[in-house]
């Protein structure tokens, strides 16, 4: 073939689409009850943004960025994450001037060059979701909870909700130092990279991936041990919140996020069958990142969950992707009345097929099968007489018998049917 996609990419096929939808409806229902609000962005943005926001020594700046001149000369990349787009347009229209918090969601393609291997993809889909202007950890375990209900909603169990704070301004200057001290003495053991970072930003030494440096870095400081009174508070008052909203959660002092702009409270959602990309969702707050981007100081906090991650955990029955009745005419006068039929269920709703052609009983079963109906009805000569037909459930093989009128099939149809 002469023709492929690049590698990282995919193209996501029709049968693989009810998933997503699925994924996509759920979230967008349950951040209408949060009160999250969509925002779209665009793909392209001057890279500065990126630099400015993720930080220069982390590996998605180093390493990861689709980075290009434009024919204009400038410098633009293709988005790697959604949260320095989002903040960029959060100062630029002066979003803050509406009454906190202000809660927005996206959903869309991310970029980044990464190695490619199962669940990490060069171009991936985020839903990614910020609320802006409030600090009150309340505000975080609410979000927290939000994200759990919309993986619990999407059909995902088993999931681990681990959290860390990283600190503020205030006391990550203690940190740091602590941490330079640690890795001092060992800083041969690094890699290059590593040993760059340790001059500009050695807490980036502890998300690299090279397996030298993870053995080297074992037993460095925890940074929640050098928490100043504020953030240790609110780190307090995040997991109470989260009892009290019963969202179960454990502390992973060792949680690095790969960007740079996050502040107190970190978190990940990871899933056990994922093998070494189990992150599901990840995200924190970034109190200082309006500030940064020009705006006034203004607190956020958010979360992007992937959807290359989520789709491989849901169970086949929310990914069936065929449609709700399949019609098996039998002769002239039933095909007729399998068109006409047909044609009402859709105007009600229902995803409904039918044979064109007249064909043996046996061939249009095998299409049923073929195109994954769920349910299959047979008009033939005695159902048109009598006016009773059978509708049977592809999946469970059971049969009901309802008059030939269109609400009869609704009631039974919804009944059987998962959505
Ligand atoms: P992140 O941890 O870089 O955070 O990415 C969030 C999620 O995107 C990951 O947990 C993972 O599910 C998915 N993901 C990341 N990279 C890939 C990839 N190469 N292939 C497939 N899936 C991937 C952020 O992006 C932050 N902007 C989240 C955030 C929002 N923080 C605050 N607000």
């Given at each position: 073939m002469k023709y492929k996609t690049l590698k990282g990419l995919q193209d996501i096929l029709p049968p693989e689409i009810r998933a997503w939808q699925h994924i996509e409806a759920t979230a967008r229902d349950i951040f209408r009850a949060y009160g999250y609000q969509e925002i779209r962005l665009p793909i392209?943005?001057?890279t500065d943004i990126f630099i400015r926001s993720i930080g220069e020594t982390s590996d998605i700046v180093e390493k990861e960025m689709y980075t290009f001149q434009d024919k204009g000369g400038r410098s633009v990349t293709l988005r790697p994450e959604g949260t320095a787009s989002f903040v960029r347009a959060y100062v630029e229209h002066h979003l803050h001037n509406n009454p906190a918090p202000q809660k927005f969601y996206y959903m869309g393609p991310m970029f980044r060059y990464e190695r490619p291997q199962a669940y990490r993809y060069r171009q991936f889909y985020q839903i990614g979701a910020e609320a802006m202007g409030i600090e009150d950890p309340r505000l975080d375990a609410e979000i927290i909870s939000m994200l759990a209900r919309i993986l619990h909603g999407i059909g995902?169990?088993?999931l681990n909700f681990e959290l860390t704070s990283i600190g503020c301004k205030g006391c990550r200057p203690a940190y740091r130092e602590a941490l330079r001290d640690f890795l001092g003495d060992r800083l041969?053991?690094?890699?290059s990279d590593c040993q760059r970072r340790y001059e500009l930003n050695p807490l980036r030494i502890l998300d690299c991936k090279v397996p030298e440096c993870i053995t080297a870095r074992k037993g460095s400081p925890p940074v929640l041990h050098y928490l100043c009174a504020e953030c240790k508070t609110h780190f307090d008052s995040l997991k109470h919140n989260l009892d009290l909203l019963k969202v179960p959660h454990t502390v992973n002092p060792n949680l690095v996020r790969g960007l740079d702009y996050y502040t107190k409270t970190a978190f990940e959602v990871t899933s056990e069958s994922l093998g070494s990309q189990k992150a599901v969702a990840a995200g924190g707050r970034y109190d200082g990142l309006v500030d940064e981007f020009g705006g006034p100081p203004t607190p956020g906090i958010g979360f992007a969950m992937g959807m290359e991650r989520i789709i491989p955990l849901l169970k086949s029955s929310d990914t069936a992707s065929g449609p709700e009745l399949f019609i098996c005419p039998l002769n002239q006068e039933a095909a007729e009345k399998a068109f006409l039929i047909a044609e009402e269920l859709r105007t009600r709703g229902l995803w409904v097929e039918s044979n064109y052609e007249s064909a043996s009983l046996k061939s249009q079963m095998r299409k049923a099968n073929r195109i994954s109906a769920e349910n299959v009805v047979v008009f033939g000569g005695d159902e048109l007489k009598n006016k009773q037909v059978v509708i049977k459930n592809m999946i469970d093989k059971s049969e009901v018998s309802v008059n030939l009128v269109v609400d009869e099939f609704i009631k039974i149809l919804r009944k059987i049917g998962s959505r």
């Open positions: 392209l943005e001057s995902l169990e088993g041969s053991s690094f890699c």
